[in-house]
Nanobody, 126 residues
Framework: QVQLVESGGGLVQAGGSLRLSCTAS????????MGWFRQTPGKEREIVSA????????YYADSVKGRFTISRDNAKNTVYLQMNSLKPEDTAVYYC???????????????????WGQGTQVTVSS
């Protein structure tokens, strides 16, 4: 099973940018659909963005459309989340997730995914 490690979180002022990275172990990363989720205390984990194994047009939650961009580099076993125009409400722990996929699909539900990273904190100050 793939193992995931996120990086790139931190503290940023509103309007700023961060890029999260998620690097996977294993040789079959290109067969995995990937997703980014976030969670705040007392709330359920929610989908932010998702991409298929080919990296085609991805899925974005309405709250981040036009501000966040998901991408992947299969040669580096890494998926990225570029976050621009950050808002205080983007503050959360961000998790990447992986699901082995035989088809070129993305997945948007927590229970669709087989593996999770440890999470990285993103804090946006106003």
């Amino acid at each position: 099973q793939v193992q995931l490690v996120e990086s790139g979180g931190g503290l940023v002022q509103a309007g700023g940018s961060l890029r999260l990275s998620c690097t996977a172990s294993g040789r079959t990363f290109s067969s995995y659909a990937m997703g980014w989720f976030r969670q705040t205390p007392g709330k359920e984990r929610e989908i932010v963005s998702a991409t298929s194994w080919s990296g085609g047009p991805g899925y974005y939650a309405d709250s981040v459309k036009g501000r966040f961009t998901i991408s992947r580099d299969n040669a580096k076993n890494t998926v990225y989340l570029q976050m621009n125009s950050l808002k205080p409400e983007d503050t959360a722990v961000y998790y990447c997730a992986a699901r082995y996929s035989s088809g070129d699909y993305y997945y948007t539900r927590v229970n669709h995914y087989d593996a999770w990273g440890q999470g990285t904190q993103v804090t946006v100050s106003s």
